[in-house]
């Protein structure tokens, strides 16, 4: 069975500093690995997928994650965060040959301070 | 493009009766959509997924009986909460995946809440 975790409940930064949000996951085989971001009551908004190749993946609002497979990590960042990246990121994986149900992490609440 | 529609965006209903939440893909054909519970400050939950034209796959724990699910076009599922509690309150959201190597596509969510 796949999971995914995400230790930390709640990231606080300061505005312009580099932000990190921690995950990783488990799945037979290579994985395809997500993050999402969501806002309050609001659905959820793609920021960057890996599915194969570089193991840095750049995405959307100037997000990008790396993929470490010897650590089975998936860690998404940002050199300077905005206090606008406030919200609730959810790390997902699928396993190749899986379908196309998607496994989600508990979500970790980014709170970017001036 | 790739915009997944939900309605009502927010629905109160009273213990005991039914509520639809529809789902749309509004750009493009979604042969497969998913449906998703998330309670406060947790982790989206798959319910089902539903292929056009066929019986939707419930995850285990998901009562078929309770949440009803209808594909009946390649842009529009449906979810119907039957005989609806107070413990069904929650965040109901779909997502949307095109045929072919596209990933899914989320709605913006309906917070049902249940009186």
């Known amino acids: 069975a796949q999971s995914v975790a995400q230790p930390e409940d709640q990231v606080n930064v300061a505005e312009g500093n580099p932000l990190t949000v921690k995950c990783t996951y488990s799945v037979s085989g290579n994985p395809y690995l997500f993050w999402y971001v969501q806002y309050p009551n609001r659905g959820l908004q793609f920021l960057l997928k890996?599915?194969?190749?570089?193991?840095l993946v750049k995405g959307s609002y100037g997000f990008e994650a790396e993929f470490n497979k010897s650590q089975t990590s998936f860690h998404l960042k940002k050199p300077s965060a905005l206090v606008s990246d406030s919200a609730l990121y959810f790390c997902a994986v699928r396993a190749p040959g899986g379908g196309n149900k998607l496994t989600f992490g508990t979500g970790t609440q980014l709170k970017v301070e001036l | 493009g790739a915009v997944v529609s939900q309605h009502p965006s927010w629905v109160i209903c009273k213990s005991g009766t039914s509520v639809k939440i529809e789902c749309r893909s509004l750009d493009f054909q979604a042969t497969t959509m998913f449906w998703y519970r998330q309670f406060p400050k947790q982790s989206l939950m798959l319910m089902a997924t539903s292929n056009e034209g066929s019986k939707a796959t419930y995850e285990q724990g998901v009562e078929k009986d309770k949440f009803l699910i209808n594909h009946a076009s390649l842009t529009l599922s449906t979810l119907t909460v039957t005989s609806a509690h107070p413990e069904d309150s929650s965040f109901y959201i779909c997502?949307?995946?095109?045929?072919?190597?596209?990933?899914?596509?989320f709605g913006p969510g309906t917070r049902l809440t249940v009186t």
């Open positions: 890996y599915i194969t190749g570089d193991n």
């Open positions: 997502s949307a995946k095109p045929s072919g190597n596209r990933e899914q596509y």
